[in-house]
């Protein structure tokens, strides 16, 4: 297996998460207004983000998924994470997902990422779609995946079941032509 790819922009470095950021993904995501849209509940105790951690970095291991960790090139803490799930080798896509401290929100961080992330995914998994699902009233995330070149496509109803009740999904996408002409 490859290393542990580092990628960075401007102001961000996305690495691979550690056993001691679990202190800082406990942080945001034991608050409600990050996991409200989240399909997962918010966290009551520091072993859920260091499970968390362990369930990323072993799909890596298995060539199933890749999750890095926000930073700031000066500053070495998580402030969020940001990667591909769901991958599908035979079909040439993958689903991203992403999450941010509140205090890092607003501040055009996310959509540098996301940019970065998605160039990888095209340039060096090999990737021909890139697909976001997302809650309808999320209008920061829609906002956020419009701003960075992918496509609304339509709602599908009741399509996930999350936190006790089936859940509305937007999904959104991205293709590798699409991004090569922006």
Not at 140 to 168: H, N, P, W
Request: proline share 2%.
């Amino acid at each position: 297996m490859k290393p542990f790819p580092v990628l960075e922009t401007e102001r961000i470095t996305l690495r691979q998460l550690r056993q001691e950021d679990a202190v800082e993904v406990f942080n945001y995501f034991s608050k409600d207004e990050v996991t409200e849209y989240y399909d997962l509940e918010s966290f009551i105790e520091l072993k859920q983000a260091a499970e968390l951690i362990s369930s990323w970095n072993d799909r890596y291991t298995k060539l199933e998924g890749i999750r890095w960790g926000i930073t700031y090139s000066a500053a070495d803490q998580v402030i969020g994470t940001c990667g591909f799930h769901n991958w599908s080798k035979e079909h040439f896509k993958a689903e991203i997902g992403y999450e941010l401290a509140p205090e890092h929100w607003r501040k055009g961080i996310m959509a540098e990422v996301v940019e970065r992330v998605v160039q990888y995914g095209f340039e060096e998994l090999g990737l021909r779609r890139i697909e976001a699902f997302v809650d309808p009233d999320h209008m920061a995330s829609r906002k956020l995946l419009e701003k960075t070149g992918f496509t609304e496509e339509g709602i599908l109803r009741d399509c996930f079941y999350e936190k006790g009740r089936f859940v509305d999904a937007v999904v959104f996408s991205i293709l590798r032509k699409e991004h090569e002409a922006q």
